[in-house]
């Protein structure tokens, strides 16, 4: 046999050694569908299904993305967890029970994981402006924190206000719509 044949076919195989996991693998994504299951680390299961419905309702997709796309929830969760005072956990939590339990009323299902959004949207909605509203005390913290928390994401910074990643010159007085077609400048 010649040598540089048996070289040849041992660099090959060696190859095809190589390159068939990887190409296994290219062809398994495609197929593969990710799903990420967030595990809330202050409330359960049942009130994070409650908080994604919730601020769905607040801010729901529209040009933009919602705000459980942004993962508003994951920062309200480790919020409450590392920074609420305890009266206002027990308040976050009571308001979300609460906002649970009247969706199960009006939409006349029986368990917490089959409510959405279009079930919590009208409880949200009556509990935000209704003032008569018993059980929901700390529904209009809730819509602010969701706010406050959509504002301050990636995407909103970089994809919704004006964004520069590397500040140029300084205008000191310039026309808004001038100078970033109209929106605010992302801090």
Not at 58 to 80: C, G, M, Q, R, Y
Not at 126 to 137: C, I, M, R, S, Y
Not at 154 to 163: H, I, P, S
């Amino acid at each position: 046999m010649d040598r540089r044949k048996a070289l040849m076919q041992i660099g090959m195989s060696m190859g095809y050694v190589v390159a068939a996991p990887t190409f296994m693998s290219v062809l398994q994504s495609c197929n593969d569908t990710k799903t990420t299951t967030w595990v809330p680390q202050f409330l359960n299961e049942d009130q994070g299904t409650v908080l994604i419905g919730v601020i769905d309702s607040i801010l729901p997709k529209t040009d933009t993305l919602s705000a459980s796309e942004v993962n508003v929830h994951i920062f309200l969760d480790s919020f409450a967890n590392e920074v609420m005072p305890p009266a206002q956990r027990d308040q976050f939590k009571a308001t979300l029970n609460q906002l649970a339990m009247n969706a199960l009323e009006s939409s006349n299902k029986e368990n917490i994981s089959d409510l959405t959004e279009a079930d919590l949207a009208p409880e949200v909605l009556k509990a935000l402006t209704d003032k008569k509203a018993e059980g929901v005390p700390f529904a209009k913290k809730i819509r602010d924190l969701t706010i406050w928390g959509y504002k301050c994401t990636e995407y909103v910074g970089e994809e919704v206000l004006a964004y520069d990643s590397i500040p140029g010159k300084y205008i000191a007085c310039g026309d808004l719509d001038e100078l970033t077609g109209g929106k605010a400048w992302s801090i």
